[in-house]
């Protein structure tokens, strides 16, 4: 009788100290305030030319723990220092998505509290942004849902060839919460930026010195479209003004990208869409500029990070400098509370 109960506490003993054990592991899940999500880096992610990471890395992360994600993009690991995560996600819809669901589905972290931050470079619209301007997104769009014709079979070769199909709709759009984006607008609408002289060059002379074009860069709002498809161009910049028209977006379309409708899918998925901030700049336009052509552009081994790019001319170190300059306010903000 005595072994009996003897078995029994010890059993009672174990059990207790699997549950505390459970329950420990459980505390110590690592609370992450921010994720900060580039998609790109050139390089070395501390040094070399910076790509989208570099400055987030050096000023948040840089000797913190890096972690190995199951699922996410290969080679990449997350790196976490003092509540602040920063993960490369690879580029392209299908990249980011995967990547931030391994994220999220990874039970070391606690991101109940966090807000997530991506960031990067971006095409800009005609009309409505220069090269250098840094934009607060209000509403992602995906460029490649829905229906698309080749203009040479339409009937009016000049018209719009994207055409709304609502069976898309609950992951083709995604209007973020604007009290948030009007909060970070605030934060960082008066952020002085840079632009360089073969810049303002290039921009003059593409557009006829146009008053819009040659302007000093700003921080602004705006809707992006991101489409897999690399696309530059008249026509195709009319579909995009034709979506964020369609699907209500609170601001005019500005950039396209490859990333964040599917961050902001994934994200509402999750139910953390609202606590979703978007930070892009603009380092070329969506349409061809100084004379180049789809054959003469596509053709060449040209990198946006060039300072010879026929895309950007020198603007892309320039434009992720003012991107760290405005982000990096939206990151201090949720780092101390106030946002």
Known sequence: MKKRITILMMLCLALSCALFAQGAMETEKLPVKVLILPKFEIGDISSDFPGEAQYYYNAYVKD???????????????????????????????????????????????????????????????????????????????????????????????????????????????LLNQDLANKVFELVKDTELSTTDKTRRVMAKTFDDAEWATRDP?????????????????????????????????????????????????????????????????VNMDVFMYGATPENLWSIDDSLASDDSVESADIFATARKNNFLVGSKVVDAIILGNL
């Open 64 to 174: 913190g723990e890096a972690y190995e994600i199951k699922g996410a993009f290969e080679g990449n690991k997350l790196y976490y220092k003092d509540g602040v995560a920063l993960y490369l996600t690879g580029m392209g819809k299908v990249n980011t998505a995967v990547s931030l669901t391994a994220i999220l589905s990874d039970e070391r972290f606690d991101f109940s509290d966090c807000y997530f931050f991506s960031t990067g470079c971006a095409g800009s619209a005609r009309e409505y942004t220069v090269m250098g301007d840094v934009f607060v997104i209000t509403a992602c769009i995906d460029f490649d849902l829905g229906h698309h014709a080749d203009n040479r079979e339409m009937k009016d070769q000049e018209a719009t060839t994207w055409f709304h199909d609502e069976g898309y709709d609950s992951s083709s759009y995604k």
């Open 218 to 282: 700003k921080v602004q709002k705006g809707t992006t479209v991101s489409g897999d498809n690399y696309w530059k161009g008249v026509y195709d910049e009319a579909n995009a003004i034709l979506m964020a028209e369609t699907y209500g977006a609170p601001d005019p379309y500005a950039l396209t990208e490859m990333e964040d409708v599917a961050l902001a899918v994934v994200l509402d998925r999750f139910g953390l869409l609202d606590k979703y901030i978007v930070i892009r700049d603009s």
